[in-house]
């Protein structure tokens, strides 16, 4: 039926430079989520709180985030940026096209978030002679904290599905990128590419463990 | 700022990339909607170790880079004989990365409709196929709807990775154009107001709807 | 002293207080009986600065509630408030709900504002669930929780909302015996209520508002047992 011959050894001794690639895989998925928190919220606050001309441009950001490929957006990063004298490695460019979409993303998030706990905890807060930054801080951030921890979890993991976009790129460090490293050396497509399948299943399962396990020790209530 | 480097020529090329990428859309969400429908029918109403069979199944190819998906079956249609174009193997993994999301709307759809509903349409007579179509589906559609259309429109963006294994798409002519004019930033713009264009206006049209389905 | 003086409110259009005018002296309990709708809710919230006015005053010994300058952070800690929903901190733990204000509102040590919660939630008899979070108590549990924590600012006024109002009636009894005992020891209490037999025991004075106005203000055995205005009446017997 499969008229080839598989060669898997090859593969498996190439699995410590394919393991370093999953640490540069998670690495760069972690940065461009943080990233994307930073500025999802700062988008967040200026579409609620935010003038016309803040709310206007965090809406623009959001729809342009929102209604394109991320690989359209990665690209944007590395071959657009040139035009402003900006030339970002492919590294950066991925890293910084992934975060600009999780901004996109966890925007939405944090609006949401921020409506989903009643005005009355503020309102209770206030009772009790706290100021509205003591009440933000202490009442309505824990609990926006808990509401928006699996949306934020869950772009991490698909940050780190998007990390193999970084191939078209040319990055070479991460686990797709060192996966394709062997590939052209070996073109042995098929063995390569099924283990990097696997450890990307692997990264994917392990992170939402984690989160989960995070979870139950951060939410006790 | 317009230049004359980029013609209507290649305005046009990019225009039938793009035309390349609603069919690529077009068939992986057919196929996606039609397996999805089939497997998420299956699993909310076949509970047990079929159904947690075949969400794991679908949970490794929401689990795995699509682009990785792509490449291991480009590579595996040669192995088993399968000389099929380029353009069959993207539209065929799109197809089961759609199914793969579309299993869980469309469980999460046909679990939204009450119990009670279900069984007063069955102690009427109904049987379990007119149920299903008479009373399942317009109530799991509308729960259902607002998350298709947003899987409909993923499935759009992610076509542009199909450039990987040499499918013109929008986002690979945009390319060539760009290695041709030498004019990225500009090019790129208006590949970003092409995709841009038509999603845009579904995204909104499924908000509308789905506001109005909720005023009801 | 809470001095209410010919309030004016109104939400847009809707006039919902049309000058109230009320004058709650240390340690008197007044209860506010009246339809929904009829404002006595906006009226409390007006005494804590939670709803600004249209025209009138609101003082608290002396402090005009709604002035530009008055601190009302400070002033909300004399006035302690408890509302139909008992908006309990859901990430705290019930010890620590009430530990909350003392400590960085009156920036109280932890030993400190430890020992006024323990003995506050004692008070209220949620000696055993300290370390519960409130999602695990009953909504009864939870109303007894807010009080404590209102209480534990150790306020000159305490402000009750329709406390009981979304109480399963079995919980009912718990809460009012707890604002009974706090009567009894001597708090300055208006309470907003649909409770007319609380009212009646417990207040010194009773005031019946409709449509924005206290038609009729009085003890209760005046009020209640004796009323005088055709509205009163038709009132306690639509609630009878």
């Given at each position: 039926?499969?008229?080839?011959?598989?060669?898997?050894?090859?593969?498996?001794?190439?699995?410590?430079?394919?393991?370093?690639?999953?640490?540069?895989?998670?690495?760069?998925?972690?940065?461009?989520?943080?990233?994307?928190?930073?500025?999802?919220?700062?988008?967040?606050?200026?579409?609620?709180?935010?003038?016309?001309?803040?709310?206007?441009?965090?809406?623009s950001?959001?729809?342009f985030?929102?209604n394109t490929p991320?690989?359209f957006q990665?690209y944007l990063a590395y071959f657009g940026l040139g035009s402003f004298?900006?030339?970002?490695?492919?590294?950066?460019?991925?890293?910084?096209?992934?975060?600009?979409?999780?901004?996109?993303?966890?925007?939405?998030?944090?609006?949401?978030?921020?409506?989903?706990?009643?005005?009355?905890?503020?309102?209770?807060?206030?009772?009790?002679?706290?100021?509205?930054?003591?009440?933000?801080?202490?009442?309505?951030?824990?609990?926006?904290?808990?509401?928006?921890?699996?949306?934020?979890?869950?772009?991490?993991?698909?940050?780190?599905?998007?990390?193999?976009?970084?191939?078209?790129?040319?990055?070479?460090?991460?686990?797709?990128?060192?996966?394709?490293?062997?590939?052209?050396?070996?073109?042995?497509?098929?063995?390569?590419?099924?283990?990097?399948?696997?450890?990307?299943?692997?990264?994917?399962?392990?992170?939402?463990?984690?989160?989960?396990?995070?979870?139950?020790?951060?939410?006790?209530? | 700022m317009f230049n004359?480097t980029v013609?209507?020529?290649d305005i046009?090329?990019m225009l039938?990339g793009a035309?390349?990428?609603?069919?690529?859309?077009?068939?992986?969400?057919?196929?996606?909607?039609?397996?999805?429908?089939?497997?998420?029918?299956?699993?909310?109403?076949?509970?047990?170790?079929?159904?947690?069979?075949?969400?794991?199944?679908?949970?490794?190819?929401?689990?795995?880079?699509?682009?990785?998906?792509?490449?291991?079956?480009?590579?595996?249609?040669?192995?088993?004989?399968?000389?099929?174009?380029?353009?069959?193997?993207?539209?065929?993994?799109?197809?089961?990365?759609?199914?793969?999301?579309?299993?869980?709307?469309?469980?999460?759809?046909?679990?939204?409709?009450?119990?009670?509903?279900?069984?007063?349409?069955?102690?009427?007579?109904?049987?379990?196929?007119?149920?299903?179509?008479?009373?399942?589906?317009?109530?799991?559609?509308?729960?259902?709807?607002?998350?298709?259309?947003?899987?409909?429109?993923?499935?759009?963006?992610?076509?542009?990775?199909?450039?990987?294994?040499?499918?013109?798409?929008l986002l690979?002519s945009s390319q060539?154009v760009v290695?041709?004019t030498q004019e990225p930033l500009l090019v790129l713009a208006i590949a970003g107001a092409i995709y841009f264009a038509?999603?845009?206006?579904?995204?909104?049209?499924?908000?509308?709807?789905?506001?109005?389905?909720?005023?009801? | 002293?809470?001095?209410?003086?010919?309030?004016?409110?109104?939400?847009?259009?809707?006039?919902?207080?049309?000058?109230?005018?009320?004058?709650?002296?240390?340690?008197?309990?007044?209860?506010?009986?009246?339809?929904?709708?009829?404002?006595?809710?906006?009226?409390?919230?007006?005494?804590?600065?939670?709803?600004?006015?249209?025209?009138?005053?609101?003082?608290?010994?002396?402090?005009?509630?709604?002035?530009?300058?008055?601190?009302?952070?400070?002033?909300?800690?004399?006035?302690?408030?408890?509302?139909?929903?008992?908006?309990?901190?859901?990430?705290?733990?019930?010890?620590?709900?009430?530990?909350?204000?003392?400590?960085?509102?009156?920036?109280?040590?932890?030993?400190?504002?430890?020992?006024?919660?323990?003995?506050?939630?004692?008070?209220?008899?949620?000696?055993?669930?300290?370390?519960?979070?409130?999602?695990?108590?009953?909504?009864?549990?939870?109303?007894?929780?807010?009080?404590?924590?209102?209480?534990?600012?150790?306020?000159?006024?305490?402000?009750?909302?329709?406390?009981?109002?979304?109480?399963?009636?079995?919980?009912?009894?718990?809460?009012?015996?707890?604002?009974?005992?706090?009567?009894?020891?001597?708090?300055?209490?208006?309470?907003?209520?649909?409770?007319?037999?609380?009212?009646?025991?417990?207040?010194?004075?009773?005031?019946?508002?409709?449509?924005?106005?206290?038609?009729?203000?009085?003890?209760?055995?005046?009020?209640?047992?004796?009323?005088?205005?055709?509205?009163?009446?038709?009132?306690?017997?639509?609630?009878?």
């Amino acid at each position: 039926m499969v008229n080839y011959s598989f060669h898997w050894r090859p593969v498996f001794e190439a699995l410590p430079d394919m393991l370093w690639g999953c640490l540069v895989t998670i690495e760069i998925a972690v940065l461009s989520t943080a990233i994307g928190i930073v500025f999802g919220v700062a988008l967040a606050l200026a579409r609620t709180s935010g003038g016309k001309i803040a709310s206007g441009f965090a809406l623009s950001w959001i729809e342009f985030g929102r209604n394109t490929p991320g690989l359209f957006q990665i690209y944007l990063a590395y071959f657009g940026l040139g035009s402003f004298g900006l030339h970002l490695n492919s590294y950066a460019a991925l890293t910084a096209g992934i975060a600009f979409n999780n901004a996109s993303y966890l925007a939405e998030t944090f609006r949401g978030g921020l409506r989903a706990i009643p005005v009355t905890q503020t309102r209770a807060a206030r009772s009790l002679g706290m100021s509205a930054p003591e009440a933000f801080r202490l009442v309505v951030l824990p609990q926006l904290f808990r509401v928006v921890y699996y949306p934020i979890t869950n772009q991490m993991i698909f940050s780190v599905l998007m990390t193999a976009l970084g191939l078209t790129v040319g990055l070479d460090t991460d686990l797709a990128g060192v996966t394709q490293r062997f590939n052209v050396l070996t073109y042995r497509t098929f063995e390569y590419f099924t283990v990097a399948a696997v450890l990307y299943y692997l990264i994917a399962k392990v992170l939402m463990l984690a989160a989960r396990l995070a979870a139950w020790r951060l939410f006790r209530y | 700022m317009f230049n004359a480097t980029v013609s209507w020529h290649d305005i046009v090329f990019m225009l039938r990339g793009a035309g390349m990428t609603l069919m690529l859309t077009f068939w992986s969400v057919l196929g996606g909607t039609v397996l999805g429908t089939v497997f998420g029918v299956l699993r909310a109403s076949a509970p047990g170790w079929p159904s947690a069979a075949v969400g794991a199944l679908f949970d490794v190819f929401r689990s795995i880079p699509l682009l990785i998906q792509i490449i291991l079956a480009n590579a595996f249609a040669p192995m088993v004989g399968l000389d099929i174009s380029a353009f069959a193997v993207a539209c065929v993994v799109l197809a089961i990365y759609g199914a793969a999301y579309c299993t869980e709307i469309v469980r999460a759809g046909v679990l939204a409709v009450p119990q009670a509903t279900r069984r007063a349409a069955r102690s009427l007579g109904m049987s379990w196929w007119d149920d299903l179509i008479a009373i399942v589906f317009p109530i799991a559609l509308r729960v259902g709807l607002p998350g298709w259309i947003g899987l409909a429109l993923g499935l759009m963006k992610d076509s542009s990775l199909v450039l990987w294994i040499g499918v013109i798409e929008l986002l690979r002519s945009s390319q060539i154009v760009v290695t041709r004019t030498q004019e990225p930033l500009l090019v790129l713009a208006i590949a970003g107001a092409i995709y841009f264009a038509i999603s845009f206006p579904i995204g909104r049209a499924g908000a509308w709807l789905e506001r109005r389905w909720q005023d009801q | 002293m809470i001095e209410i003086e010919d309030v004016h409110k109104s939400f847009g259009a809707l006039e919902v207080l049309k000058g109230v005018s009320l004058t709650v002296s240390r340690g008197e309990v007044v209860s506010v009986i009246g339809g929904s709708g009829s404002g006595k809710s906006t009226l409390l919230m007006c005494v804590n600065g939670l709803e600004p006015i249209n025209s009138g005053r609101v003082l608290v010994d002396g402090t005009d509630v709604h002035a530009r300058g008055t601190n009302l952070n400070q002033l909300r800690r004399k006035i302690g408030i408890v509302f139909q929903q008992w908006n309990s901190f859901p990430h705290l733990t019930v010890l620590e709900n009430v530990m909350l204000a003392p400590r960085k509102v009156l920036k109280k040590s932890r030993a400190e504002a430890e020992a006024t919660a323990v003995e506050k939630l004692v008070h209220v008899g949620l000696r055993d669930k300290l370390t519960a979070y409130p999602s695990k108590l009953s909504g009864g549990q939870q109303q007894r929780m807010a009080i404590a924590r209102a209480l534990a600012m150790s306020p000159d006024y305490m402000l009750f909302d329709e406390v009981t109002s979304a109480l399963d009636p079995q919980l009912v009894g718990e809460v009012l015996d707890t604002m009974r005992l706090l009567s009894s020891e001597g708090m300055t209490m208006v309470v907003v209520t649909h409770e007319i037999r609380f009212a009646r025991d417990v207040s010194h004075r009773v005031a019946f508002v409709r449509e924005g106005l206290i038609h009729e203000i009085g003890p209760p055995e005046q009020v209640i047992a004796n009323p005088q205005r055709a509205e009163t009446i038709a009132f306690l017997k639509s609630v009878r």
